[in-house]
């Protein structure tokens, strides 16, 4: 009689949710295929860190393979899903590839919308993958480099304008991070500009700053990161985006740097599956994370929207990912267990979390509020602590210690594409 081959689980997307159900099935008598369209998971909190200069891209990134050499019934595959057979069972790869599965697990994240107008992001490129963080960092020093060779006033203004569009934490963080680089850090490295006169603009369609954060930590952030020199434009929908600059509640400003921090949307999976999604493309799964009538896929993480927080919808962030996967692997387990009855997934907030600059930030822990340089420290130790790897977490306390005691950024790197500054 031939032996069984064991249960095989196929998980598409090596992000936080991903990881967390390869980490969660240890033990369990499976074996295991992870898939991704890149090499490294990605540590997001800390991308906008990457495109300011603060932190290089391999202290916040790991190669996924490196990560789980020492599971030996997981094998790590580099590839782009671009669909589902369902009744083969089978996942497709954009290269021809196909994979078969018992147990599919998709957690294939979300990226950057325009709300309808793509063509913005060559204009406005969002954050996302540590490409984008080291695009945006050479947009940034380039306006910068080219502003210092600039002769003429309107032009070197448009140089000297950073517009970042959306109030949610991504773009609370740029902003702050970005007027602290051009006022605090920069202004001793150059000789015909003035980086402290550069322009920050943080442009919201909303009322308010940091809209998932009670109103009163919203407007410490708003007085916080106005002390550093950002201007904030509340109730202002941008309306257009385009190599010259920015129309922002009907008037038009120059701008060389625009980023993009206003909206996402999730991967195709929805429709991969063929399965019904809401407005941001996210897979409506039932209660236990399946997908509709498909008991042996599962969706977690950015690319499902579920109310499970107390009847309220579970937020787009890194633990509910995390917990989702744990909850998924627990699923898996006992199906092999011969448990097949569904349990609900419940997620337990731990707070919401967003700095301004290098030495404040806003924390809402739900029972308590922290707010100030208290909040940056219990911040900063948070983000550390969950960082992979001892080095890693050495070399970014390191580097923010240098940054804090000397003010200089040694990041500040022009990498990718056309390397030099164009001639005028
Ligand atoms: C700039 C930024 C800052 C953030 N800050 C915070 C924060 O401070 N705190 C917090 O809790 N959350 C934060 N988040 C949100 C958090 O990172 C996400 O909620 C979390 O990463 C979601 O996990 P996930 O597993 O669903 O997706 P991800 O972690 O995004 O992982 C998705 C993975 O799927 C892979 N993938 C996608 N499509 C395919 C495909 N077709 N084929 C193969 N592989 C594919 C991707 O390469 C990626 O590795 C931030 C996000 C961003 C972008």
Redo the contacts with the bound molecule.
């Keep these: 009689m031939s032996v069984p081959l064991p249960h095989h689980v196929v998980i ?7 990881l967390s159900v390869a980490h969660a099935l240890a033990g369990a008598p499976v074996r295991i295929t992870i ?4 090499n490294h ?2 540590f ?2 800390l ?2 860190q990457v495109g300011t200069a603060t932190l290089a891209t391999s202290e916040i990134a790991w190669p996924v393979r490196h990560l789980l050499r020492k599971r030996r019934e997981i094998v790590t595959l580099l ?4 669909g589902i057979d369902h009744a083969a069972r089978t996942v497709r790869l954009e290269d021809g590839g196909e994979i078969p599965y018992d147990t599919l697990v998709l ?4 990226r950057h919308a325009y709300f309808g107008r793509d063509e913005w992001e060559q204009f406005a490129p969002g ?2 993958t540590l490409e984008d963080a080291t695009s945006i960092r050479r947009r940034i020093l380039l306006s910068l480099e080219r502003a210092e060779r600039e002769s003429d006033p309107v032009k070197r203004a448009a140089l000297l304008n950073f517009v970042i569009v959306g109030a949610g ?2 773009g609370v963080e740029l902003a702050g991070a970005i007027a602290e680089l051009a006022h605090q850090n920069l202004p001793g490295e150059f000789r015909h500009i003035d980086t402290r006169r550069a322009r920050v603009l943080l442009v919201e369609a909303g009322p308010r700053i940091l809209p998932s954060f009670t109103a009163d930590l919203s407007a410490y952030a708003h007085a916080a990161l106005t002390r550093l020199g950002v201007e904030i434009h509340l109730d202002k929908p941008v309306s257009e985006c385009s190599a010259r600059g920015v129309i922002f509640g009907g008037e038009f400003l120059a701008a060389k740097t625009i980023l993009w921090a206003a909206g996402v949307r999730a ?1 195709p999976a929805a429709a991969w599956l063929d399965a019904p999604a809401d407005g941001a493309g996210r897979v409506r799964v039932e209660t236990d994370l399946t997908a509709p009538g498909h008991p042996e896929i599962f969706v ?4 499902a929207p579920i109310e499970a927080w107390r009847g309220k919808p579970v937020p ?6 995390k917990q989702q996967g744990v909850h998924v692997a627990a699923a898996i387990a006992r199906r092999c267990a011969g448990e097949h009855a569904p349990r609900p997934f419940r997620y337990r907030h731990s707070g919401n ?1 967003a700095t301004i600059g290098k030495r404040s930030a806003v924390i809402d822990f739900g029972w308590v509020k922290v707010r100030g340089n208290l909040a940056w420290w219990i911040w900063g130790i948070a983000h550390i602590y969950f960082l992979i790897g001892v080095r890693n977490r050495l070399a970014v306390a390191l580097s923010w210690l240098w940054i804090f005691l000397s003010g200089s950024r040694s990041a500040c790197l022009i990498t990718q594409g056309e390397s030099r500054p164009k001639a005028r």
């Design positions: 598409v997307g090596a992000g936080f949710g991903g898939i991704d369209q890149r998971h990605l997001q909190p991308l906008y590839g782009a899903v671009n957690a294939t994240g979300a954050l996302k934490p991504t991967s977690i993480g950015d690319t787009g962030s890194a633990p509910a990912a979390l």
